[in-house]
């Protein structure tokens, strides 16, 4: 026999489409809220627009772990829900095919997810953490160029303030400058320049060099009578850069350890015990997001199914409710166990047992149960709450002066007629 047989195919075409549109759509939507941030974050501190793209590029194996179990669950409902409304699944079930069996395709798919995740979880996403962390620093330090910021006073090295009114070419070259220079005589410089360029300085690679253009100088200091003036054409100013410090070592965060430092640390007796704490919190909480992948499957199965004779989305509601839940519980988890609060185990493997308890009972409900309906009862209750929300709004019509013979419509005129 084939282990691949021509419905597991058309299954697996029904999953792939919706899974991989999932996948997108949340992927995208979580990158576009981050990057309304990082703009005005970059825009703030005075960087390059190419920037923000490199952080955000960092944070995609962050968001794929999220958006991976939600495409992978909701592209499975999804599947199984078209079957179920086309009434095709009745007839996959009349020749003898299992709900069990039906799910071959979609945990292939859960392996594949499963073990990618792992992957992004245990080396990709402590590593683009980190680096989105270094360019973070890089930002605020100035090392990105970022450190003139257009339309304000700009201090350099504690004796030179610097102001322009904008700059081209990703700020090599500026227009309307002015500065103010103190030395260390006690005399002070004020420059002002129509525009400027910045160049290297090849013999000291700790300034760079601000070639004005069109302005003038006026200096100033205690062994003067009156100020000086001189108007130049091009005037050379160095400049003296920033120290800019070094960026710490990977791991100063649990979160950018891979797994197996987590397990090593974790296990330690070297260690202290809030390093152990945080470690093993870590190291649980990626575990137990992974694992819940092989879950979902049969919670998509679940509740794609809809009772007879109704068209109710309410399992795909629910669903999304529940691995969003999930994911909550776990994160405060976490932080709780890192305190030391709570031992890791429970704190992460509980919600999971309880979770897996509720699904299992789902499935069974529906897969071994005769007319067995997991949400039959919440839509029970859906459709009892929406009919007493229509009540509501009839009564609140009603309490204005509308009684039933005025919200009637009348009768038409040859109908009126014939009744009189």
Do not use: C
């Not at 990082?38 to 703030?44: E, I």
């Not at 592209?75 to 069990?100: C, H, N, P, Q, W």
């Not at 260690?271 to 990626?286: E, F, G, H, I, K």
């Not at 009603?398 to 009189?420: I, V």
Request: glycine fraction near 6%.
């Amino acid at each position: 026999m084939k282990f691949l047989t021509a419905t597991d195919k058309y299954i697996a075409r029904l999953v792939l489409v919706p899974m991989l549109a999932v996948f997108v759509i949340a992927a995208s939507l979580l990158v576009l809220d981050k990057m309304l941030k990082l703009f005005d974050f970059v825009a703030t501190q005075g960087g390059p627009v190419g920037i923000v793209f490199k952080m955000l590029a960092n944070l995609l194996p962050e968001y794929a772990s999220l958006a991976i179990p939600l495409g992978l669950m909701l592209g499975i409902l999804f599947a199984f829900r078209k079957l179920a409304m086309s009434s095709e699944l009745d007839v996959m079930r009349a020749v003898g095919l299992s709900y069990t069996r039906m799910l071959r395709v979609p945990y292939l798919f859960a392996l594949v997810l499963a073990a990618l995740n792992l992957l992004i979880v245990s080396y990709v996403q402590p590593l683009s953490r980190y680096y989105y962390e270094q360019l973070q620093f890089e930002l605020q330090s100035g090392a990105l160029g970022a450190s003139i910021k257009v339309g304000e006073f700009n201090s350099l090295q504690d004796r030179t303030a610097l102001r322009v009114d904008s700059s081209r070419d990703e700020g090599r070259s500026l227009q309307g400058i002015f500065a103010r220079i103190a030395m260390s005589t006690g005399e002070v410089l004020v420059i002002s320049a129509r525009e400027g360029q910045f160049f290297a300085n090849r013999e000291n690679p700790d300034t760079v060099i601000l070639r004005l253009t069109d302005g003038q100088i006026v200096q100033d200091g205690p062994r003067l009578n009156n100020p000086r003036v001189l108007t130049f054409a091009s005037h050379d100013l160095p400049i003296d850069l920033p120290k800019i410090e070094q960026f710490r070592r990977r791991g100063d965060k649990e979160r950018e350890y891979f797994l197996p430092e987590l397990l090593r640390i974790g296990w330690s007796a070297n260690s202290t015990p809030q390093m152990r704490y945080q470690s093993l919190a870590s190291l649980n909480y990626r575990l137990a997001e992974v694992a819940m992948m092989f879950l979902l499957p049969l919670l998509a199965v679940s509740l794609a199914v809809p009772p007879k004779r109704s068209s109710s989305a309410l399992g795909v509601f629910v669903s999304i409710v529940m691995v969003v839940a999930y994911h909550k519980v776990n994160e405060y988890g976490q932080d709780v166990s890192s305190l030391g609060r709570v031992d890791p185990t429970l704190a992460l493997w509980g919600p999971f047992t309880i979770f897996a308890a509720i699904i299992v009972w789902m499935y069974w409900r529906l897969a071994y149960v005769p007319g067995g309906q997991p949400i039959g009862g919440l839509e029970t209750m859906f459709a009892k709450g929406a009919g007493l929300i229509v009540r509501l709004f009839k009564r609140r019509q009603n309490k204005h002066g509308l009684t039933p013979a005025e919200t009637a419509a009348p009768l038409p005129s040859d109908e009126a007629a014939h009744a009189g």
